[in-house]
Structures are given as structure tokens and as C-alpha cells.
């Protein structure tokens, strides 16, 4: 495809490519519409969630390929615990073979696995799995790929506000120390860009407590596509929009 190129690493925002289209450097994908698509086959919602997972699997590598530096993709919120006992347990069957299989092919691309969410709402051994993948995945030097499971981002916030709060009763920290950064830094993106692209598709219009505070001027592009039905054209073309955005972070 003549429209897309490399972006360069390390470089503060998108980099503009000639002849060719800008990329994010970060895309955050709402990975949402897998029961829609599974009713509407009449399948269990678990069915969707299998097929949802094969569209992760496709639409990462295809990033990666891309040259995206960052994607952060929402699998389980902090709220989707409310779901019926079954479901959850459909989904933490997923992520617990996903994990000890599918991950394996992420070696190739050499992309970085790391987790962001609260990891001990999840059993021991899905714990344990999250620890392996980040670890054997550590020296990479691909794409990182940030998957958001337990993940709320008021919980974040209101995590990082403790841990900004420890540091200043024992007199690491003063009031004076805590800055915009200072927050960012206590998230669990620490150290990575903010998103310049989050892609919801299913046409939902909300936002559902995915990166609050990385995303104060980050692009939004809602799609009308159920997330097993995504393809890598409609990823393209969430990356066109992109490209024709005109950001101005509050200046003219
Ligand atoms: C997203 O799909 C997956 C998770 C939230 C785990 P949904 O399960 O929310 O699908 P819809 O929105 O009900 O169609
Ligand atoms: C957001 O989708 C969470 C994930 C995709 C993991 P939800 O389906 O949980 O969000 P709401 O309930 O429609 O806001
Ligand atoms: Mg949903």
C-alpha cells in the first residue's frame, strides 16, 4: 500500500511521511461489539469472544507491520465483572489458552508484551502467565503492545494518586513535586507517548473508563464494524482519518 510508510522511533509525534500518510505513533483500540456479532449468529457470547480473539491476533500483527510503535488494546475492564458468571468465566478460559499459545507468535514480530491493569484480580496462574509473557517478551525490540485487562482508568488514577501520596507522607516527594508528569509517570503507561488514535469500533460513542488521562487530545475514530468483523481495510482507513485530522492541542 503506497499510502503508508515506517514511522521513526523515538520521534515526538506522529512523523510526517511524504507521499505517504502520517502514522500514530500510539494507537489504543475499545475492542467492542464480540456478543453483538455473536447474536446476531445466534451463538453464545463466548462465541464472539473466540472470534474477537482471532481479530486481535490479525489487527496486531498487521500494527506491527504498520511500524506503530504502541497499541494498546481493551480486553477486560475493571466493570465488565458484572457480566454473568459464565461469560467471565468464557473469557478468563480465553485469555488463560491465549496466553500459553497465541502469544507465542508475537516472538516473530518481535513485539513487546506487557500488561496494564490491576493483574491480581486474576487467578495465580493467569498471573502467572501475564509475568512469563512480559518477561520472555522484555528484550524485544518491536512494537509494545499493551494489553488492558482488569484495566479502569479511574482505578489508575486513583492508584497513582496513592502511590503519589505514600511518597509524599515519607518525605520522597513534596507538594511541590507533583506535576502533570509526576501523574503520568505513576500510570500504568509510564514512559510511553500518550495515544494520538483510539479506534472504537461496534459504533458505540463513549469512552468506558479506557485511558482518561492519556487520551485529554487524542484522536477519536468510531467505526460501525463488530470487532470480529474488523478488518485490517477498516484499520487502514481509521488510519486515513487519522491523517486528515488537524490537531492543534489548543492552539490555533
Ligand atoms: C467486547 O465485546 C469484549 C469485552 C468487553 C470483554 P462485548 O462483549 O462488550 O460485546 P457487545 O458490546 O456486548 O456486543
Ligand atoms: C469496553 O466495552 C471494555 C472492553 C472492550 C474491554 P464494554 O462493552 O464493557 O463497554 P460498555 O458497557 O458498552 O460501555
Ligand atoms: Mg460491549
Known amino acids: ?9 523515538g520521534e515526538p509525534g506522529a512523523a510526517p511521511l511524504s507521499g505517504e500518510i502520517i502514522l500514530p505513533r500510539h494507537v489504543g483500540i475499545i475492542m467492542d461489539g464480540n456478543g453483538r456479532w455473536a447474536k446476531k449468529r445466534g451463538l453464545p457470547r463466548k462465541a464472539g469472544h473466540r472470534e474477537g480473539a482471532q481479530t486481535f491476533r490479525t489487527i496486531t500483527r498487521y500494527c506491527s507491520e504498520l511500524g506503530i510503535e504502541y497499541l494498546t488494546v481493551y480486553a477486560f475492564s475493571t466493570e ?37 491493569g490491576d493483574k491480581a484480580g486474576f487467578s495465580p496462574e493467569l498471573q502467572e502467565l ?44 513534596t507538594d511541590a513535586d507533583v506535576t502533570e508528569q509526576l501523574i503520568s509517570d505513576n500510570l500504568y503507561t ?15 460513542y463513549r469512552i468506558s473508563n479506557f485511558m482518561l488521562w492519556q487520551s485529554a487530545y487524542t484522536e477519536f475514530v468510531i467505526m460501525n464494524k463488530l470487532w470480529p468483523d474488523f478488518t485490517k481495510d477498516d484499520l487502514n482507513e481509521a488510519l486515513r482519518i487519522y491523517a486528515q485530522r488537524n490537531r492543534r492541542y489548543g492552539g490555533v
Open 1 to 9: 500500500m503506497a499510502f503508508f510508510g515506517k514511522n521513526k522511533k
Open 80 to 116: 465488565n465483572w458484572k457480566r454473568p458468571a459464565d461469560e467471565v468465566g468464557a473469557l478468563m478460559g480465553l485469555f488463560k489458552s491465549y496466553l500459553k499459545e497465541a502469544l507465542e507468535d508475537f516472538k516473530d514480530d518481535d513485539i513487546v508484551v506487557r500488561f496494564i
Open 130 to 173: 501475564m509475568r512469563e509473557n512480559e518477561e520472555s517478551s522484555r528484550h524485544r525490540d518491536g512494537m509494545v503492545l499493551n494489553i488492558a485487562m482488569n484495566y479502569g482508568s479511574r482505578d489508575e488514577i486513583v492508584r497513582a494518586v496513592k502511590r503519589i501520596c505514600a511518597q509524599v507522607q515519607d518525605g520522597r516527594l
Open 190 to 204: 509510564a514512559g510511553q507517548p500518550d495515544p494520538d488514535l483510539i479506534i472504537r469500533p461496534s459504533g458505540e
